[in-house]
């Protein structure tokens, strides 16, 4: 009993920790079923974030006073500059929708899903883990709000993280930063598309990983999502290629600057919905019945080289080489979408004659 | 006014009242998590592992320093996304070590806090490391200046803390 009680303290330390190592290592072995230590999370979420919801409140509403009541200096002259800015970009946009016309035409020719953010919320940042080993922040919206774990997190610059939890009391969710380690996103780079996994690293960098050593990336390329990882839809900004370099093995070392800047982020929006859907062949503008027809129906062949080698040797040469079909190419690919048949050689390659009683014809 | 006697030495024992006991650590954790955000800096400090020093020094307790580091720790990873247990580990050894050494030396002036800030500083550091990469498997960088320089900035910012602390500890 008397050396128990002279060794009291070192017994109690190895004790505690004892325990906490027990305690670690479950969570190491199993660190799906979070379930026990789910509940200190919470408390320790429901101690901290109020007082960070209430300060970064306070902080917002200052802020909103100072801009929106007192500092207007050069409103006048920003105004102008804006109006002249929706000018360009109004007829910038009319070249995207006919850019964007074109790309779904040739989405429903090839039966192509595509990924559409249809619903975003607005979050505010309110905190963060305190730890530079663990790369995390507090968003004021919570389970209620209906986060749910998995969604992603952007902002206008570029992609922030996913949620990682969200809790119901408090209403707050934790949200894992793209340069964390532990964290993954699949990506494509721009021109090169070619694919590779977005890693955070120790210090914070970003990198980009499992490009080939035989490939050739230029530095400031931009690096978007490619939706493999099934979190974040394709074509979102991720960052941009700032060093190429030989790493080990087999793969190229690739740093990335991120899109957004994760040191400083204040508002995010959480992508709460997902659409996955076939371009319709209604927005082609050209799939109509006339031209279904016109697709199926027999058109004028050129004259075939091979002539003289008899009927099936000219009808498989009609098959490879251009016909003249009265028909636009919109109007072809339409066809070709609303038949729901691999298109012919025919419809593919035709010499665009336009058409437009045919456009106009109805259903 | 209770003393205690350690090697013939007299050393003076504190405590501090529930809502101290409570609140300056909450209020540590709670601003280690929020002014990085703000200013990113800000990041080199760690707030909770200064509030643990100056607990365990003032209270000269090995028990009370050690469950104080433990439960700060454990709020600390608890907000993190890393398993529980990894910043309760370092915390509860420098609890430990700082109220021990309390007792054999006089922590009371400046300069032994900055020195002593230092040291459980890259022992804490240290501790983390270690587990870090031997039971959870993450790839934590050590680099010997940076965490050198990390110490020193704590350090300075630790006296300063004590004695604020100072101001709100009471004599037993």
Redesign the interface.
Known sequence: MDVLGRYRNLIVLVGVLFAQVLGLAVQVKRPSDNEPTRLIRIWAAGAVTPMEKVLVWVETSTRNVWHNYFYLRGLRAENRSLKQQIERMSLEQVRMSQDADQARRLQALLAFKEQFISQTMAAQVIGGSGSEQSRVVFIDKGYNDGVRPDMAVITADGIVGKVLESYRSPSTSKVLLINDQTSGVGVILDKTRLQGILRGTASGEVVLEKVMSDESVPAGELVLTSGGDGIFPKGLLVGRVTKVGSGSDLFLNIRVRPAADLNRLEEVLVVTKIDQRQALPEQTGAARAVDILAGRLPGVPSKPENAEKGDGAASASSEAKPKTVSQPPSAAMGAAAAAKTPPKPVKAVVEPTPQPAAEDSPH | MAITYTSGAQVEVYRFSIPATVLIP?TA??L???L??RF?LF?FFDL?LLVTIGFATARRS??AG??TG?LIG???D????????????SK??VG?GAS?LGIKLDVENAGARFLLTIFFYVVHEVV?FM??RG???????WNWPHEFLSGMANALLGVFIFLLLDHVKQRT
């Open positions: 909450l954790v709670f280690q998590a929020w990085p955000l990113h990041s909770p090995p028990l050690l469950s433990a454990i709020l600390q608890a907000l993190t996304h890393h398993p529980i247990g990894l910043y309760g580990i509860t050894v430990f021990s983390y587990i870090a039971l959870v498997g993450l790839r934590v960088a």
